[in-house]
Nanobody, 113 residues
Framework: QVQLVESGGGLVQPGGSLRLSCAAS????????MDWFRQAPGKERELVAS???????IYSDSVKGRFTASRDNAKKTAYLEMNPLKPEDTAVYYC???????WGQGTQVTVSS
C-alpha cells in the first residue's frame, strides 16, 4: 500500500518562501512522476508542477520561475520550493504519484500580510 504524507505548509508574507515535502511509503515504481496540484477556494484544482524520476521537471505558466520541483529518489521524497510567494498562491497543495494515482492529504499555504 502506497501512502503519501505532505508537510511544510503554513502562513507566509508576500515575497516569502516555503518548501513543501511529499514523502512516499510502500513499494513504488522506479519510473514515476510526482505531480503538485493546488486548489484555491471556489476554483478548480490546478496542476502546477511535475517532477519525473529521470530528472525532468515541468511547470505551469503561473509558477514558472518561482517554484522549483525536486526529488530525492533514495528517500522517496519530493519537494516543492516556492519563492517568491504571492497572495494568489494561497491554496491547498496536493502531491500525486503516478503510476497508481496516489494522493497526499493536502497542506494549506496561505500568503498574506
Amino acid at each position: 500500500q502506497v501512502q503519501l504524507v505532505e508537510s511544510g505548509g503554513g502562513l507566509v508574507q508576500p515575497g516569502g518562501s516555503l518548501r513543501l515535502s511529499c514523502a512516499a511509503s510502500g513499494s513504488i515504481s522506479r519510473i514515476n512522476i510526482m505531480d503538485w496540484f493546488r486548489q484555491a477556494p471556489g476554483k478548480e484544482r490546478e496542476l502546477v508542477a511535475s517532477a519525473i524520476s529521470n530528472g525532468v521537471t515541468i511547470y505551469s505558466d503561473s509558477v514558472k520561475g518561482r517554484f522549483t520541483a525536486s526529488r530525492d529518489n533514495a528517500k522517496k521524497t519530493a519537494y516543492l520550493e516556492m519563492n517568491p510567494l504571492k497572495p494568489e498562491d494561497t491554496a491547498v497543495y496536493y502531491c500525486r504519484l503516478r503510476p497508481g494515482d496516489y494522493w497526499g492529504q493536502g497542506t494549506q499555504v496561505t500568503v498574506s500580510s
